[in-house]
């Protein structure tokens, strides 16, 4: 019951957010300068043209109906059109949502199947080599920018050793995951150093519990220890970490996308931008701000389940 | 423009002499002395390397197209015949200037919204912390693209993207750190002196509430010198043929298989300053920690 009123609670609280991010980015369109429509447009456009754009989307109007026209759009399914492609966003956006979908989930699960080595060597040996060589490995792709990480394996394992393709989506799932192998390192990079810095500490702090000194007594072997003594009580803030910054690859896909020529949400945006299809863009900013709330609410939601030591006042 | 950069050369020695003199332990004196000359020798290399090369960053030359590394050309050439070296240590003054002032706007800004909203308190309290909520909503890599991609490419658009985004993790700092300063004697005091409202938050509470967001600041300069070369990686930073080293990256994209240093080069330089300015900012959070305690 108190589980009911918590997810309650906290949904009521991202509806106004939610809300109100609506607003920010309705407002986006307010930065082009000069008239939006001759900017939509473009220079060469016809003055009835700029009127009709004006009639269609309300700019004649005040600001907050044009606001609310927006938002009754939104909530009738109509996310705007493309005038690239001469088509409503909704028809395009299932498919690229799909790629980029499967990248972040991707990404996020080899950030945490290679920080949790790295994490469990360098917590071995705190301040020896093995923990500086770790420290020092992850401290690499935060001084580096991550478009250039991907040039580097994208030279190295698609052109150089041919391992993996250089680009495109793939079919089926073993394609996909061949081919989003090298996007989906690129992305994990940032995830992964965190999530290693957190883990390392997390698991030195826990080494030094009473509970691990008592499983050591008892004659436990060393792997059982580590596996469901440490870890287990090491991961869980592991998981509230990944929902915190799971927008950093969120983010991160508008960029990797484009290293790999992926069919995304991210490369479409980036393409809507140089072609000036402004609406796209706004409705894609639109897509992972509320992607990145709904990540960051299911987490909030779960990790109560996770963790009984979790109270719900 | 360039004048910034000196004087950041100065506070980081200055620094790290008043290290030598405090409490310091070895490692945080390394951190921030391994620091200051990484950023000393980028520097220098900025300023000196442009005036000894004997090649133009701009002008082309098409007998010397995508030649490989060599004596006479270090880094190559790209596909314009430019000496890729040359076009890194020029960049340098470009990516560490948009990236220094980007970073200014967010922390001046944020600090101040946070110390009035703190301060405050109620209705004007709660307002500005909504609007901290929607924009830290958004990611922020996504939010800065999108604001630049409406504004238009260029170096004052990027900022302006930036500081606009930006500026929440500061107010959010600040704020908390108010809250708590707010309730301590000396503010009492300031008021039973009769200062005003504005003296007592600006002069005497914000100085006490800043350092967090100063720690937060030496991190963030990563950050913002990395999605400065984003931004010029995507075209929306400064135009060509300006030799920005995201822009460089994006153009050599085009000859990864014959030649691969054009694009690999440039992201040397910018790890090698992602590297100092992380050196830079665990010496500066250290210091500032050790004399908060």
């Known amino acids: 019951m108190a589980l009911l009123a918590y997810a309650l609670r906290r949904v009521g609280q991202a509806v106004p957010v939610a809300l109100l991010v609506t607003v920010l980015i309705f407002l986006l369109i307010k930065l082009l300068p000069g008239d939006p429509a001759a900017a939509i447009l473009g220079e060469r456009a016809s003055d009835s043209a700029v009127k009709v754009l004006h009639r269609q989307w309300g700019l004649d109007r005040p600001l907050p109906v044009q606001y609310a026209v927006y938002l009754r759009n939104l909530f009738t399914g109509d996310l705007g059109q493309s005038f690239r492609y001469r088509t409503p966003v909704t028809d395009l956006l299932p498919r690229r949502s799909t790629v980029t979908f499967f990248l972040v989930v991707y990404s996020t699960l080899l950030s945490v199947v290679i920080a949790i080595p790295l994490a469990v060597v360098a917590a071995s040996h705190p301040d020896r080599w093995p923990d500086h060589l770790v420290r020092g490995l992850i401290t690499l792709p935060l001084a580096s920018p991550s478009f250039w990480i991907g040039i580097l394996l994208l030279i190295l394992f698609a052109l150089r050793l041919g391992w993996f393709p250089a680009s495109g989506y793939g079919e089926g799932l073993g394609g996909h995951l061949r081919h989003l192998f090298l996007p989906a390192l690129t992305l994990a990079q940032p995830l992964l150093a965190i999530l290693t810095r957190n883990l390392r500490s997390a698991l030195i702090d826990v080494q030094r519990t009473t509970y691990v000194d008592f499983a050591r007594a008892k004659g436990l072997a060393r792997r059982v220890v580590l596996v469901h003594h440490i870890l287990r009580a090491a991961l869980l803030p592991i998981v509230t970490l990944i929902g915190v910054r799971l927008s950093y690859p969120i983010g991160g896909a508008v960029v990797v996308e484009t290293v790999f020529a992926l069919p995304g949400l991210g490369s479409w945006m980036v393409e809507s931008i140089l072609a000036r299809d402004y609406m796209v863009v706004q409705t894609l900013t639109l897509v992972f701000a509320l992607g990145a709330m709904l990540v960051t609410l299911v987490t909030d939601l779960v990790y109560p389940l996770l963790d009984p030591r979790v109270r719900l006042g | ?293």
């Open chain 2, 1 to 293: 423009m360039s004048t910034l950069a000196p004087p950041q050369a100065l506070d980081t020695s200055g620094s790290a002499r008043a290290v030598t003199a405090g409490r310091a332990t070895p490692r945080r004196l390394s951190a921030l002395a391994v620091g200051g000359t990484l950023l000393l020798l980028l520097l220098a290399a900025a300023v000196v390397g442009p005036l000894v090369s004997p090649y133009d960053p701009i002008s082309q030359d098409f007998d010397r197209l995508l030649q490989p590394p060599s004596w006479a050309h270090p880094f190559g050439t790209d596909n314009f015949g430019r000496d890729v070296l040359t076009r890194v240590l020029h960049g340098a003054l470009i990516d560490l200037r948009i990236g220094l002032l980007a970073v200014v706007f967010p922390f001046l800004f944020g600090s101040l919204v946070g110390a009035i909203a703190g301060y405050s308190g109620g209705l004007l309290d709660a307002v500005l912390m909504r609007a901290v909520d929607v924009v830290t909503a958004v990611p922020f890599l996504v939010l800065v693209i999108a604001v630049v991609a409406f504004l238009g490419p260029g170096e004052v658009n990027v900022l302006f993207a930036i500081g606009g985004v930006g500026w929440v993790t500061y107010a959010r700092l600040v704020r908390s750190e108010v809250l708590r300063e707010k309730g301590l004697e000396y503010v009492a005091a300031g008021r039973a002196l009769g200062y005003g409202r504005w003296r007592v938050v600006l002069g005497h509470v914000l100085p006490n509430a800043v350092p967090p967001a100063v720690i937060f600041l030496a991190s963030d300069v990563v950050l913002i010198i990395l999605t400065t070369a984003t931004l010029g990686f995507l075209g929306l930073g400064v135009r060509p043929p300006a030799p920005e080293w995201g822009m460089m990256i994006s153009e050599g994209r085009e000859f990864l298989a014959s030649g691969w240093w054009v694009a690999t080069m440039p992201g040397f330089a910018c790890m090698y300053t992602g590297l100092t300015f992380i050196l830079l900012g665990d010496g500066v959070a250290d210091l500032l920690r050790v004399k908060g305690q």
